[in-house]
């Protein structure tokens, strides 16, 4: 089994930064991809940014410019670079993996359990 445990979340204001990290534990045979989800308050659950094992980012248009994610593999973790937040990025972030746990034939997906990040004045 994966596990996956976000952090780095917290209130800040308009205009500030915020760095989450997302650190992969357990009996890990090899990590694919790695994604940040986030969720606001009566939203549905939406793709923040993804980053593949060779580094192939993507974005949703909302943080293009703003965010940038990155991972070390040899720390089985990924990072979400947060810049010129703005209120309407209040949210749940959620870290995702798809990962091959040791033992077990194909990949499955994790999602970590969340961490706040709430941009207000």
């Known amino acids: 089994q994966v596990q996956l445990v976000e952090s780095g979340g917290g209130l800040v204001q308009p205009g500030g930064s915020l760095r989450l990290s997302c650190a992969a534990s357990g009996s890990i045979d090899s990590i694919y991809d790695m994604e940040w989800y986030r969720q606001a308050p009566g939203k549905q659950r939406e793709l923040v940014a993804a980053?593949?094992?060779?580094?192939?980012?993507t974005y949703v248009d909302s943080v293009k410019g703003r965010f940038s994610i990155s991972r070390d593999n040899a720390k089985h973790t990924v990072y979400l670079q947060m810049n010129s937040l703005k209120p309407e990025d209040t949210a749940v972030y959620y870290c995702?993996?798809?990962?091959?746990?040791?033992?077990?034939?194909?990949?499955?997906?994790?999602w970590g359990q969340g961490t706040q990040v709430t941009v207000s004045p």
């Open positions: 995702n993996a798809v990962a091959i746990s040791r033992g077990f034939p194909g990949p499955s997906t994790y």
């Open positions: 980053i593949t094992v060779d580094g192939i980012t």
